[in-house]
């Protein structure tokens, strides 16, 4: 099992950055598929960003590529979203996600996809 905590969210102007962690418990964090996922007020939580247990598969919402950098330290149970040039439409509770998988070439877009979640971290990105 493992248990998920987000920091880093905050307010910010646009234009801007914020980095999010999300520390795991657990001493399998290495073998789990991590994800972010955001939810904005009265709209539906939606897919951000994967990466493959083994750091070396990405994977963006089209919305945020380019922007945005997904990465993990194993090491450090650790995953982080780096997010720059970041827009109003970017305000939103992000959400850390794990999975198991069996591979390490995985990612997972799908919010059933996952069964770990954090209880999230609120960005909001002023205009």
Not at 111 to 124: L, N, P, S
């Amino acid at each position: 099992q493992v248990q998920l905590v987000e920091s880093g969210g905050g307010l910010v102007q646009a234009g801007g950055s914020l980095r999010l962690s999300c520390a795991a418990s657990g001493r399998t964090f290495s073998s789990y598929v991590m994800g972010w996922f955001r939810q904005a007020p009265g709209k539906e939580r939606e897919f951000v960003a994967s990466i493959s247990w083994s750091g070396g598969n990405l994977y963006y919402a089209d919305s945020v590529k380019g922007r945005f950098t997904i990465a993990r330290d194993n090491a450090k149970n650790t995953m982080y979203l780096q997010m720059n040039s970041l827009k109003p439409e970017d305000t939103a509770v992000y959400y850390c996600t794990a999975e198991l998988s069996p591979t390490g070439s995985s990612w997972y877009t799908q919010i059933h996809e996952y069964e770990y979640w954090g209880q999230g971290t609120q960005v909001t990105v002023s205009s």
